[in-house]
């Protein structure tokens, strides 16, 4: 499964931007994702999860972006969306589309079902 953002850039305090996580791959990896989600990274920090979403359209959302974004797929088009509104300084990092599927990748610690993109900075300024 690849993964492709995009949609961030820069934003002031208060506004919106909607990302955009285009998805393609094995039509039969593609056809087996449960989830997806948004992540992002702040600089210093670790990654963390902002909301994800599961295939049959239920939502989750950590509570620093409760009420402000939304997540959202367009199954059609196999792309994933996240709308920020009231943005704020907070939310400055560079955000990553994630998907789990029933296609694994080999790595060091044995399979991985997990399909990252490459990232999308999105900065807000005061």
């Given at each position: 499964?690849?993964?492709?953002?995009?949609?961030?850039?820069?934003?002031q305090?208060?506004?919106s931007?909607?990302l955009?996580c285009?998805?393609?791959?094995?039509?039969?990896?593609?056809?087996s994702?449960?989830?997806?989600?948004?992540?992002?990274?702040?600089?210093?920090?670790?990654?963390?999860l902002?909301?994800n979403?599961?295939?049959?359209g239920?939502?989750?959302?950590?509570?620093?972006?409760k009420?402000?974004?939304?997540?959202?797929?367009?199954?059609?088009t196999?792309t994933l969306?996240?709308q920020?509104n009231?943005?704020?300084?907070?939310?400055?990092?560079?955000?990553?589309?994630?998907?789990?599927?029933?296609?694994a990748?080999w790595?060091?610690t044995?399979p991985?079902y997990?399909s990252?993109g490459?990232?999308t900075?999105?900065t807000v300024?005061?």
């Amino acid at each position: 499964v690849q993964l492709v953002e995009s949609g961030g850039g820069l934003a002031q305090t208060g506004g919106s931007l909607r990302l955009a996580c285009a998805v393609s791959g094995d039509t039969g990896c593609v056809s087996s994702i449960s989830t997806m989600a948004w992540y992002r990274q702040a600089p210093g920090k670790r990654r963390e999860l902002v909301a994800n979403i599961e295939y049959g359209g239920a939502a989750y959302y950590r509570n620093f972006v409760k009420g402000r974004f939304i997540i959202s797929k367009d199954n059609a088009t196999d792309t994933l969306y996240l709308q920020m509104n009231s943005l704020n300084t907070d939310d400055t990092a560079v955000y990553y589309c994630n998907a789990q599927s029933g296609c694994a990748s080999w790595g060091p610690t044995g399979p991985d079902y997990n399909s990252w993109g490459q990232g999308t900075q999105v900065t807000v300024s005061s």
